[in-house]
């Protein structure tokens, strides 16, 4: 066992990180000490993970993370970092490392606030570890402002501070930020390797683990939770129903309100889950008492965790639908492929007879625009338009085709 294990499919990435963490070891170790990263090195302070969700961006940060860490002995005899045993590697896998900070927000943005507390921790030396990590899994919602705040630190890192951002892509990273880190690309590992995971790591019995791996396509956390979770495997059913039920405007627009209403039924689980405790616990420290008035002063606070409650509703709902609308591109997907006749591995076998009654039922070209319909509800979306109403227009013209 190492710390890359986790690490599905990605084995170039995975020997640069390797390489690196050697580096970076003799860094730490030599009398070099303190003096700055030279050209010729394979680490770098500030390193940009990309590739399509579910490729393992933050498995591999975090691997690579683990890596810096490591004291196993066996480096002084010529070992790779990243034992998967000693201290070092253990707490930074399982996130107790006091110097491997994961930032992940469950907001739609990441703000001048939070950045600028980031920024000013990753100025400290390492507590007790060799490197001050700064793994931030979704550099994509950086604000502009944001985005500003961290490139200062990027620019003028601290001996000791490795930032690694992750993102689905390039694009989504401001140009003056990725410009500055050295860029590694994931791709979609293959169903078979991520099959494998499930079983060896998981213990998920071998035929649900890969029908689990070819329904998601090579997205190791979707195949991971449809594998393991009852409740993914319903909603996962229910949207793969609807293409059947877009037949009249009826069915069109039970479809969408029953697509919006398990998205809501999500957050509210989510909320309910989180919202209650972090809010009793603000009042506890804040100095309330349960149950009774809060004292003065404290208004702004409780104001801006309810904000903030609020922002994650907002996200936790979008993910669920987002989902949703990625397992139905897939259905139509494979419905195309058995239109086409093309050799391509149908990702839905479990739903093979309605693929084959849409099919049957259609022509080519109208899949290409059912497909469409389906980008332009996650567009309307991501334009702020009513979520129930970008998903009316969606069933709508999926019946029509
Ligand atoms: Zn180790």
């Given at each position: 066992m190492t710390?890359?294990?986790?690490?599905?499919?990605?084995?170039?990435?995975?020997?640069?990180?390797?390489?690196a963490a050697k580096d970076a070891d003799a860094l730490v170790t030599a009398v070099s000490d303190g003096k700055p990263l030279d050209q010729g090195s394979k680490m770098t302070h500030a390193w940009l993970f990309t590739g399509p969700p579910g490729s393992g961006r933050s498995t591999a940060a975090r691997a690579f993370a683990a890596a810096l860490q490591c004291t196993s002995p066996d480096r002084a005899l010529g070992g790779a970092p990243g034992c998967g045993f000693c201290d070092g590697c253990h707490t930074s896998l399982i996130g107790t490392h006091a110097d491997v900070q994961v930032i992940r927000?469950?907001?739609?943005?990441?703000?001048?606030?939070?950045?600028?507390?980031?920024?000013?921790?990753?100025?400290?030396?390492?507590?007790?570890?060799?490197?001050?990590?700064?793994?931030?899994?979704?550099?994509?919602?950086?604000?502009?402002?944001?985005?500003?705040?961290?490139?200062?630190?990027?620019?003028?890192?601290?001996?000791?501070?490795?930032?690694?951002?992750?993102?689905?892509?390039?694009?989504?990273?401001?140009?003056?930020?990725?410009?500055?880190?050295?860029?590694?690309?994931?791709?979609?590992?293959?169903?078979?390797?991520?099959?494998?995971?499930?079983?060896?790591?998981?213990?998920?019995?071998?035929?649900r683990a890969h029908s689990a791996a070819r329904a998601?396509?090579?997205?190791?956390g979707r195949a991971r939770r449809l594998a393991t979770d009852e409740r993914a495997r319903a909603r996962r059913a229910a949207v793969l129903k609807v293409p059947l039920r877009v037949a009249d405007v009826g069915g069109c627009l039970k479809a969408a309100q029953e697509l919006i209403d398990t998205a809501t039924d999500d957050a509210k689980q989510m909320a309910e889950e989180v919202d209650v405790k972090e809010t009793e616990d603000l009042k506890a420290a804040l100095g309330g008492v349960a149950g009774g008035r809060m004292p003065r002063g404290t208004a702004g606070a409780m104001k801006e965790l309810e904000d903030k409650q609020k922002r994650r509703k907002t996200r936790t709902q979008r993910d669920s639908l987002d989902l949703a609308l990625t397992e139905l591109t897939g259905f139509y997907r494979d419905v195309l492929a058995l239109q086409l006749g093309s050799r391509i591995?149908?990702?839905?076998?479990?739903?093979?007879?309605?693929?084959?009654?849409?099919?049957?039922?259609?022509?080519?070209?109208?899949?290409?625009?059912?497909?469409?319909s389906v980008i332009a509800c996650r567009e309307a979306m991501d334009r702020n338009v009513a979520p129930l109403l970008a998903v009316e227009a969606m069933t709508m013209a999926l019946r029509a085709g």
């Open positions: 710390v890359w294990d986790d690490l599905v499919g990605q084995n170039r990435v995975r020997e640069q990180l390797a390489a927000t469950d907001l739609l943005s990441i703000g001048v606030k939070e950045t600028r507390d980031l920024v000013r921790r990753a100025q400290l030396s390492p507590a007790v570890g060799r490197w001050q990590v700064i793994v931030m899994e979704d550099a994509d919602r950086l604000t502009e402002g944001a985005g500003n705040v961290l490139l200062k630190a990027v620019e003028e890192p601290a001996p000791r501070t490795v930032w690694m951002l992750c993102a689905p892509s390039l694009e989504d990273v401001l140009p003056t930020i990725r410009s500055r880190c050295r860029h590694l690309t994931l791709s979609t590992p293959p169903v078979e390797a991520v099959a494998d995971v499930l079983i060896r790591r998981d213990g998920v019995d071998p035929e998601t396509q090579g997205h190791i591995a149908i990702a839905n076998v479990d739903v093979q007879d309605s693929l084959d009654r849409i099919a049957e039922s259609s022509s080519p070209a109208q899949t290409l625009r059912r497909i469409e």
